[in-house]
């Protein structure tokens, strides 16, 4: 896995198996993802076929035709991975297909749930858990990392003919699309529009919210074995509270952490987490 990865510093305070099996449902995670954004609009369809088939030689005792699929087909026994989870994120890739705009946040949900909680829900099962509140913990988590790479990414999104934040969203607070195009466009000025800053604003709030429903859901007594868990979305929350200080500029240039502060965040949550719940 690439260090420059926010998932990398989380996956280091693993065992070695769990490790291995975490970075193997990354790369088949991640494969289904490139293969439909990088495929042209016509082949599209064919790639979320091909994958949904790749998904089902995993779990039905088929041999997988892909490097990814091969390295994941043994863990699904060993860690009792939810074949839903998988289909649920082959469907996810496949909303990406065509307009790419949401009209509510409630359509905006689905999307982050099969996308992001789905991935989450493979995870848990490798790390472990014994109360299954640690699965909706995972959810919410889920949810709330899309939120912030929504956020982040608005103009990348916007370059690929993408929008993610919600249509309702944009006309509550009288902004259009060329609002936003018009900020990207204007990079290295700071937001310029207060309609386009109390939009993002709004987004950042939201997310806020799953942040915090995460944080209730979290199973005390599962807590240092969700670590890995807790230091993405630490990570993750310093991206949101970066955004905030600046004024929510996303345009300017792609909001990041630095990788000595990634690496502080890990540390620091590893060692609050291992002395609240007991060495």
Known sequence: MARDTNFY????????????AIISVWDFCRAVDDAVDEAAPEDAERQVSLWRREVARCFEDGVPSTPEGLALQPLVSRFHLPRHAFDALVEGVEMDIGS????????LYEYCVRVASAVGLMCVEIFGYEDPTARQYATDLGVA??????????PEDLARGRVYVPQEDLRRFGVREEDLRREAGAAGQGVQSAAVRAVLRHQAERAREYYARAAAALPSRDARRLVAAQIMGAIYWAILAKIERSGYDVFSERVRIPRPRRALIALRTWLRTALTNGA
């Open 9 to 20: 510093y989380s996956f280091l305070v693993l065992p070695a198996d769990k490790r291995a």
């Open 100 to 107: 790419r705009r949401y009209d509510t946040f409630a359509d």
């Open 145 to 154: 990392l899309q939120l912030t790479n929504i956020l982040r990414d608005v």
